[in-house]
Structure formats: C-alpha cells, structure tokens
C-alpha cells in the first residue's frame, strides 16, 4: 500500500489549506481508518483527524472548529481542509492508516507546508 501527499507547499495567513492523499494497492472504502497527522518545526507529531471506510470522520479536539476531512472514492483519496491557517500551522503534514484513529503503521512521506504572506 502507498499513501503519496499533494498540495501547496506554501499557502497565505488566513486562507483554507488543502490536501490530497492519493492510495494505491488498497481500497479506502474497505477497511480502516484513514488519517492526517502533522508535525510543526520543533515539535510532536499532531492526530488531525480521520475518515473512516465507512465514512465516519472523526477529529482531533484542538483543530476540529477548523478541520474537514472529506474522500473522493472513484479516485481512492481522502482529503484534509483546515480553514484560517496562521504561521503556526507551518508543519510537515502526512497522511497514514490503521486500524484505529491513533494507530497508523502505514505513512505518506509526507508534504511540507508553509503559511506565509
């Protein structure tokens, strides 16, 4: 299975960050939670939230006012969307899954972006 990230590497303060994760060699209406995680430069990694094969979605406390996590099925992606970003939401963002919201032993490479005007 290969979970691969897209997106802007660069997005400005105040406008909605987008990213897609495309995989391949396994179905994301199967089984499985399917989840972005970020790390911020100097920091721990960050559960963002999930979509579950049934498409359920769950998220992480901190960032849900701010977090939505959608999937396109016919081309096997699952997408995050966090609105208002700031300087603060500059991070490596991966997408993983697993079979639980906090389980993820398989990772994207992950994909830098950085807010900034």
């Known amino acids: 299975v290969q979970l691969q990230e897209s997106g802007p590497g660069l997005v400005k303060p105040s406008q909605t960050l987008s990213l897609t994760c495309t995989v391949s060699?396994?179905?994301?209406?199967?089984?499985?939670?399917w989840s972005w995680i970020r790390q911020p430069p100097g920091k721990g990694l960050e559960w963002m939230g999930a979509i579950h094969y049934s498409g359920t979605t769950y998220y992480g406390p901190s960032l849900k006012s701010r977090t939505s996590i959608s999937r396109d099925t016919s081309k096997n992606q699952f997408t995050l969307q966090l609105s208002s970003v700031t300087p603060e939401d500059t991070a490596i963002y991966y997408c993983?899954?697993?079979?639980?919201?906090?389980?993820?032993?398989?990772w994207g490479q992950g994909t830098q972006v950085t807010v900034s005007s």
């Open positions: 993983a899954f697993g079979g639980g919201v906090h389980t993820w032993p398989s």
């Open positions: 060699g396994r179905s994301i209406t199967t089984n499985y939670y």
